[in-house]
């Protein structure tokens, strides 16, 4: 399976601009990178926490009330930061 790539275009005087682009990695791609090399299991919600804090959420789930209720443990926190780097999603 491949990542999805997007891209932040603007359109100036006729032109388009990409100003950016980057490939997003599934949540699964990046759980299985994760038990690959880490042999371990994290949560979705923990990946969505750790991208949220690089801004690459763009919003609530929509079955999320309030604030996050399980945040990502800080033990999973680097492993997850590595996958999102290993995707190219962070630097």
Known sequence: MRAQKIA????????LFIM????LATYKQIQEYIVHKYDVAVKTCWIADVKDSHGLVKGPAPNREGERKNPCPLKYWDMIKDALKYFGMIQ
């Open 20 to 23: 950016w682009e980057i490939e």
């Open 8 to 15: 932040c275009m603007h359109l100036l005087d006729g032109v």
